[in-house]
């Protein structure tokens, strides 16, 4: 099946989707997302609204903080979703999935991830970027670790995201 997909009046555009938990967003999604929106006409950045993972941020403080962050990236848009991957991707005419990759250990639950959607629906494939060797060791639980002990986050996130870590932890020497 052709990639290049057809919504509505703008046949052949090509879109993709960055799904994840965003909690927060970091400094190496955002890598992602400025280089992934390179590479596709439309990037949708959607959060996953997960109940079992107790997250830190509500769906809509993490959404209202990537649409922050991205808001001078005319092509990427931010939006959240509670169903199946592949069914929100069907509602959105989209067959394109990005995933980051930081290193080895990243691989196989992405591998596993990547097969299964594949499985579930042949038509989507998944475009890994590896990550950019100065973020490939950043994720949100340890942005998230060294802001509740007041540690310095300020090369780790945008500022927004460093600011709303001080709304929850409270400043100390952030
Ligand atoms: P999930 O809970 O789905 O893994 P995350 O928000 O942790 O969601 O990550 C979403 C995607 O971004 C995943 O593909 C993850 O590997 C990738 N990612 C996370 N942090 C980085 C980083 N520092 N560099 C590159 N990719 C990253």
């Keep these: 099946m052709n990639p290049i997909i057809e919504i509505g009046d703008q046949p052949g555009l090509r879109v993709a989707v960055y799904p994840g938990s965003f909690d927060p967003v970091t400094n190496?999604?955002?890598?992602?997302?400025?280089?992934?929106?390179?590479?596709?006409d439309k990037l949708i950045v959607a959060v996953l609204n997960n109940t079992s993972k107790n997250p830190l941020f509500?769906?809509?403080?993490?959404?209202?903080?990537?649409?922050?962050?991205?808001?001078?990236l005319p092509n990427?848009?931010?939006?959240?979703?509670?169903d199946l991957l592949i069914n929100y991707m069907?509602?959105?005419n989209a067959h394109l999935i990005v995933r980051g990759l930081r290193a080895v250990s990243d691989f196989e639950y992405e591998l596993q991830l990547a097969s299964t959607n594949r499985k579930l629906c042949e038509d989507i494939e998944t475009f890994f970027m590896t990550?950019?060797?100065?973020?490939s060791y950043l994720s949100s639980s340890i942005v998230k670790e060294i802001a509740r002990f007041h540690g310095p986050v300020v090369d780790l996130v945008p500022p927004e995201v460093?600011?709303?870590?001080r709304g929850k932890y409270g400043s100390g020497s952030l």
């Design 28 to 40: 190496g999604h955002l890598d992602i997302i400025h280089r992934a929106a390179k590479v596709f």
């Design 58 to 72: 509500s769906v809509e403080e993490r959404t209202e903080l990537l649409w922050q962050a991205t808001r001078d």
């Design 76 to 82: 990427v848009e931010i939006d959240s979703f509670r």
């Design 90 to 92: 069907k509602q959105k």
């Design 131 to 135: 990550s950019t060797p100065k973020y």
């Design 162 to 165: 460093e600011r709303a870590l």
